[in-house]
């Protein structure tokens, strides 16, 4: 895929090297808010974004189904619509979450898209048509299974067999491990926002996630130093290019056995550490004698 630069367009297909947790995030989203920055400005930057790839990587689509639940996620996916709506587009929201409990920015986005005409129904079991649909059900405060309305809406999405944009993350998926929580939408992009949240690049996550674009919101710098991530990306990009893709039906025994010998009594760290650097690096089995 070709790269691109956040100058260019406001979102990137090459992730910032470090990883971050959803509580992370959360801080570096009130960090920027306490500096200046509205609330609703970094959601209108979003959905932005997100709707800036939906015309690149679908340049024929015309008609868009979002799913908008409760939250910023929701409200993401109503600006979405919005704008979707604004550049003549066909769009229809179905509601997960009643709009009228929707709070603070969530609800304002909801205002703006229905004042901008963007047609607000609720979501019902069925049938979803469109060319692309947009998943905004559900984002990273996510605590144990889906269940509801919003496992029946990620089941409609995933079983619609169409082209999905994920807003921020799939939505049933852990911000912080990457395993799906009980049911997650199977996104062909996801785009997310301000950090990477590092359950977005677990081995299981790939399944969900599809390609993956960053967009940073233009959050200062000097907001990002205050916090810590949790880890760094190891893999240069340059490096990354080179390593063929893995079917995602893959097992072990496609990729190898690598077998370590070695350690005396007492003097078997050597001998560990490469058996897990060979683990780690992508050998199918490791084993150690």
């Given amino acids: 895929m070709t790269s691109l630069t956040e100058s260019a367009v406001p979102y990137t297909a090459n992730l910032p ?17 306490a500096s200046g920055v509205p609330g609703f400005v970094l959601m209108t930057r979003a959905a932005e974004a997100a709707f800036a790839l939906l015309q690149a990587r679908w340049p024929m689509a015309r008609r868009c189904v979002v799913l908008c639940g409760s939250g910023n996620n929701g409200g993401d996916g109503y600006v979405v619509a919005r704008l979707a709506r604004q550049a003549g587009w066909q769009v229809s929201v179905l509601a997960v979450t009643a709009p009228e409990r929707l709070q603070g920015d969530a609800h304002k986005a909801w205002v703006s898209a229905r004042e901008s ?16 649909i947009v998943d905004a059900v559900l984002g990273t405060g996510l605590q144990g299974d889906v269940r509801g309305d919003a496992r029946a809406a990620i089941e409609a999405i995933n079983a619609a067999q169409l082209p999905v944009l994920a807003i921020d ?3 049933g998926l852990c911000a912080d491990t990457g395993n799906t929580l009980g049911v997650a939408v ?8 301000i950090g990477l949240k590092i359950g977005l690049v677990q081995s299981m996550a790939r399944c969900c996630t599809g390609e993956l674009f960053f967009a940073g919101l ?15 990306h190891v ?3 340059n490096v990354q ?4 893709l893995r079917p995602r039906d893959a097992h072990k025994g496609h990729f190898g056995h690598v077998l370590v010998i070695g350690g005396d009594l007492g003097m078997g760290g050597a001998t560990l550490m490469a058996a897990e650097a060979a683990a780690r690096v992508g050998a199918g089995l490791t084993s150690v004698a």
């Fill in 117 to 132: 005409g963007v047609e607000v129904r609720p979501f019902s079991i069925g049938p979803l048509e469109a060319d692309v």
């Fill in 17 to 33: 090297t470090a990883l971050h947790s959803a509580a992370n995030v959360r801080e570096l989203d009130r960090l920027t808010i």
């Fill in 218 to 232: 233009n959050v200062p710098e000097n907001i990002h130093n205050q916090v810590p991530p949790l880890a760094h």
């Fill in 241 to 244: 290019a080179g390593l063929t």
């Fill in 186 to 193: 199977n996104a062909t992009v996801t785009v997310t926002f």
């Fill in 169 to 171: 993350i799939p939505s």
């Fill in 235 to 237: 893999v240069p990009a």
